[in-house]
């Protein structure tokens, strides 16, 4: 194939990819959109096949390889739970970091075949391009591994800390900067392999600091990364679906970090240094805790105060998601409406543990995507509201964020459910959420404690509502 | 003079950035997980490269260091594909409206 017409196709490639995110705009047309993804896809994997000189051996070996991928990709994606999502993807986006990677080592050793030079003599900008891809890449990777592993607690999700954890990353980073430069004058494998080994190092420890609630940001961040890191290869492979599809990934994973952060009320820089946290509760709110009255009922006190309410909004988080309570919910639902009560869900934009983990679930449980609406667009509805019910979220709903300038939440946007008639809040425990603030509203007058596990709690009211 | 091929590659590179930028920001919020699953099976388009270096050419024609990255990779990029695509439209697939006769 020549050179011009696979350029062409690739652009190709590029625009069904626009389009896919496009689809994505509203949920009837997102269908469409991944169809579009998917063709993108299969045009650049037959382009790329067309344009390479074809070794009979080679070929049954990347067969073999294509299948396999295929295969356990296949399985993953059938058999996930939704609950898992977030570490799925973080998984998924250290696979891109080991493959950009393992690219970029390829092309270093062999520049011939990618039409770089020769080896150690490979063009300048080439190797800049590359000695960036594999930085990035190699931070995607074992960034995205720590992520995993927080999320699937294989790994503690509170935050790391050590003495002088920020020197050490500013020093490996101008290292890796230095190395960058460094291979324009002297393209040998050890200064390659350094800085790859720097970058996997980094990438370490970049996460590590981070707490578990915290990672919505660091999967948005990573997704990002992913995205830079193949445009790095892009741009080194002179190819231009890579370099729209980095561009693309890159922004959205930007946006979505800010996005995240926004709904923190914290900038991107507090969040990546890390250690929320941690040493906030004071030794002063903990004794307040002890002596402040809770009231505290029961499933059939919160059956019988939903089934007299005219409206009732949700406001779900993490918990209901760990608890796996989304279908017991939907039947609560189901029940409240047959006794003609109004419901709808309200979502925070960082309740869960990744951008959007909520809706997913809900969806999961079938609940219709117009029931479902984002903090701006309800936050108004809770003055004219009977009960609200919330389940597994805290901080999200902490008023104190709007009234104590000195508590580490306040100006984040929180969810009004104070304005409520009455509030339900199921939870385990009194113990504060993740910013280690307690929540005020458990001591209103209007606020009755349901303390449970929010699956067996909201399936009893199921039984009550009866 | 000549303009440098990279500037053309550097203009296409800025000009997705701010396509993706309103792109993206148009997409609905309930959309966020379907979005960052879909953009890691579009990133995995590196295959591109993984399978240059699978058929890279090796002088004595047997499977070089090269290929065997290369196969790696492909392995890597194709669980993404299949995984990243597959996941996308099993979670698009639960996204329903309100059935009105249902709910009478």
Known sequence: MSANLSS????????????????LSSPETSRMGNFFGITGMVLAIVVSILSVNILFN????????????????GMIAFKIPMTAMPQLVAGFHSLVGLAAVLVAVSAYYSPESFGLGAYQNIKTA?????????SIGAITFTGSIIAFMKLQGLMSGSPITFPGQHYLNAILGILIFSLIIYLISNQSSQIFWMLILASLLIGFLIIIPIGGADMPVVISMLNS??????????????????????????????????????????????????????DTSSEDTKVKTEQKPVKSGNAEDAAFLMKNASSVIIVPGYGMAVAQAQHALREMVDKLKKNDVKVSYAIHPVAGRM??????????????????????????????????????????????AKTDPKSPI???????????????FVKRSMSPGYAGVDNELFYRDNTLMLFADAKKMTEDIVKSLD | MEIDPFIFRLSIFVLSIFIGYFVVWSVTPSLHTPLMSVTNAIS?????????????????????????????????????????????QRMLQMYKKKEKKKNK
């Open chain 1, 8 to 23: 062409i196709l690739f652009l190709i490639t590029g625009v069904l990819f626009i389009l896919a995110l496009r689809g």
């Open chain 1, 58 to 73: 080679n070929l049954i070996y990347f067969i073999i390889a294509l299948s396999i991928g295929g295969i356990i990709g």
């Open chain 1, 126 to 134: 080439s190797i800049v391009e590359m000695g960036l891809g594999v």
């Open chain 1, 225 to 278: 990364y992913s995205g830079w890191a193949a445009a790095g290869i892009g741009f080194t492979l002179e190819n231009t679906a890579l370099i729209i599809t980095g561009a693309l990934v890159g922004s959205s994973g930007a946006i979505l970090s800010y996005i995240m952060c926004k709904g923190m009320n914290r900038s991107f820089l507090n969040v990546i240094l890390g250690g929320f946290g941690t």
């Open chain 1, 355 to 400: 951008p959007g983990h909520m809706n997913v679930l809900l969806a999961e449980a079938n609940v219709p995507y117009d029931e479902v609406f984002e903090l701006d667009n309800i936050n108004n509805d809770f003055a004219n509201t009977d009960v609200a019910y919330v389940i597994g979220a805290n901080d999200v709903t902490n008023p104190v």
């Open chain 1, 410 to 424: 306040f100006g984040m946007p929180v969810l009004d459910v104070e304005k409520c008639k009455s509030v339900l």
């Open chain 2, 44 to 88: 995995s388009v590196i295959i591109v490269g993984a399978i240059i270096a699978s058929f890279s050419y090796s002088e004595t024609g047997d499977i070089s260091f090269s290929n065997i990255l290369g196969f790696l990779a492909v392995i890597l990029a194709a669980i993404n594909i299949f995984g990243g695509f597959l996941v996308t």
